[in-house]
Nanobody, 123 residues
Framework: QLQLVESGGGLVQPGGFLRLSCAAS????????IGWFRQAPGKERVGVQC????????TFADSMKGRLTISRDNTKNTVHLRIDDLMPEDTAVYYC????????????????WGQGTRVTVSS
């Protein structure tokens, strides 16, 4: 089991960028896939992007393809997600989640979650 803490959210103007971070504590971090999900007000939680322990990347959000850069440092138990060219429709709470094994866009398959970090894109 991992404990996860997100940071890096905030208010940003359209066209800007943010770099979200997910810090993990617990054992066997490198065995876990770390997924990013987001939940906009009144909407379901949906997958954004994920990286497994081997560095394989799965992108789930078609609307965000080309604007995402995910990275991880297994020595520091951290995963970062950079989002470029932010749009108002990217406004949401962003969560990181962990599961042993590979990536999936099904949030029910991730047992470990952070508390979320809020991203607001507005002028």
């Amino acid at each position: 089991q991992l404990q996860l803490v997100e940071s890096g959210g905030g208010l940003v103007q359209p066209g800007g960028f943010l770099r979200l971070s997910c810090a993990a504590s617990g054992s066997r971090f490198s065995y876990h896939a770390i997924g990013w999900f987001r939940q906009a007000p009144g909407k379901e939680r949906v997958g954004v992007q994920c990286m497994d322990g081997n560095g394989e990347i799965a992108t789930f959000a078609d609307s965000m393809k080309g604007r995402l850069t995910i990275s991880r440092d297994n020595t520091k138990n951290t995963v970062h997600l950079r989002i470029d060219d932010l749009m108002p429709e990217d406004t949401a709470v962003y969560y990181c989640a962990a599961r042993q094994g590979g990536c999936t866009d099904s949030y029910g398959h991730y047992p470990d979650w952070g508390q979320g970090t809020r991203v607001t894109v507005s002028s």
